[in-house]
């Protein structure tokens, strides 16, 4: 399973055509949309194609074009979520803004450049992902697409350049840490990390509930909770008595237990912080692994919780420790990062001026478009 996910993946692209187009049409019509380079030219104040904004490690460079792709894509996924970005409140929301995608920017240029070192490539099966997600977009915006693609990138080409960049992470996890990666944990170091689960948000227990709500989580009468409030006492005395044991509180659980995920998870659930109920998920953690708790009470009714160890195996277990040396090893690398922006360049760039133009050129051509209706 990967760890690793694009930032911003192109289909959820998708999820923001909506925004691409005002509610209303523009009361006054800009300029009509241009196309490519044109239109690219205009979005950055005159910057031109391949104008370098910052340097990498003093050889590799971060180009207007690159940035601008991360830069619109922020603002329409911010927008489309409902946080509304202003650029001329007080406080450094611009400025932070503007750091904040070349940091993105120079990221993504180096999880690219480092793959290609390594001789990555994309297998057969992404490269059909990426053409399918383009395909698509494609079918999604009609004959909206090629001007998306001009206020987003400057062309087809170096749009879907980038889109299969996107994942030279997915790669270099898979390198580093998949199923034969060279930094991954080896099986003792798994049994390790099991015996510690709880360290990275993993637990795993059962129990036996006895509900004092109906299907509808509708609490039942006063003599119905009663009742269940007996019964719950006496599997606990019988259980308590005989001591800790997996087996006879099984027996227990399947003769007796009203939990309608029984049958889905016979041997328990594994779960994180915040999955359950709260009491379940403290009652969990109060108990070592082979232990079990008193009577536990929660919205749901009674539970009786057996703590269950976490299995060396575990997915959840693998995809938290594996996801953790992913983040330890992608802050080592950023560390390495020496980024100096150009300073000229750097000071010219106006992203509120940027989404500006763009948000103008939007406007006249679904403007452009209503009119013609």
């Not at 019509?29 to 910052?54: E, H, I, M, Y």
């Not at 698509?136 to 001009?150: N, P, Q, R, T």
């Not at 990275?200 to 409030?229: F, M, P, W």
């Not at 690398?333 to 103008?360: F, H, K, P, Y």
Request: proline fraction near 3%; glycine fraction near 6%; include cysteine.
């Amino acid at each position: 399973m990967k760890t690793l996910k694009k930032l911003l993946p192109l289909c959820l692209v998708l999820c923001l055509l909506v925004g691409c187009a005002p509610k209303e049409p523009a009361a006054t019509v800009a300029p009509a949309a241009v196309a490519d380079d044109d239109s690219f030219t205009f979005l950055t104040s005159g910057l031109a194609s391949g104008t370098t904004l910052a340097t990498v490690n003093g050889e590799h460079i971060i180009t207007i074009d690159d940035y601008l792709f991360w830069l619109a894509l922020y603002v329409d996924t911010y927008r489309s979520q409902g946080y509304p970005l202003s650029w001329d409140g007080e406080g450094t929301v611009e400025a932070d803004f503007k750091d904040m995608i070349l940091e993105v920017t120079s990221v993504y240029s180096f999880l690219n450049r480092h793959a290609a070192e390594l001789g990555l490539t994309l297998s057969e099966a992404d490269e059909a992902r990426v053409q399918a997600e383009i395909d698509e977009l494609k079918s999604s915006m009609g004959e909206d697409y090629a001007f998306w693609v001009s206020t987003m990138y400057r062309n087809e080409t170096s749009f879907v350049e980038t889109e299969r960049a996107m994942y030279a992470g997915d790669m270099l996890y898979d390198y580093y840490f998949g199923e034969n990666g060279i930094l991954a944990p080896d099986e003792a170091a798994f049994a390790a990390y099991a015996a510690e689960a709880e360290l990275y948000g993993v637990y795993n227990a059962k129990h036996i509930l006895i509900r004092t709500v109906d299907d509808n989580r509708t609490q039942l009468s006063e003599e119905e909770c009663a009742r269940a409030a007996e019964l719950a006492n006496e599997i606990y005395e019988r259980l308590r008595d005989i001591g800790p044991d997996e087996a006879a509180f099984d027996e227990e659980m399947f003769a007796y237990s009203e939990d309608t995920g029984l049958v889905a998870y016979p041997g328990g659930y594994e779960f994180g912080p915040g999955e359950m109920v709260p009491e379940f998920e403290y009652g969990t953690l109060a108990l070592a692994p082979g232990e079990m708790s008193e009577i536990v009470e929660s919205m749901f009714g009674y539970h009786i919780i057996f703590r269950l160890p976490v299995d060396k195996d575990s997915e959840r277990l693998r995809e938290e420790v594996l996801g953790m040396k992913w983040n330890e090893w992608m802050d080592e690398a950023q560390q390495g990062i020496d980024m100096q922006a150009t300073d000229i360049v750097w000071e010219q760039l106006s992203i509120s001026a940027i989404d500006e133009q763009r948000t103008a050129l939007t406007d006249a051509y679904f403007g452009a478009d209503a009119a013609t209706e």
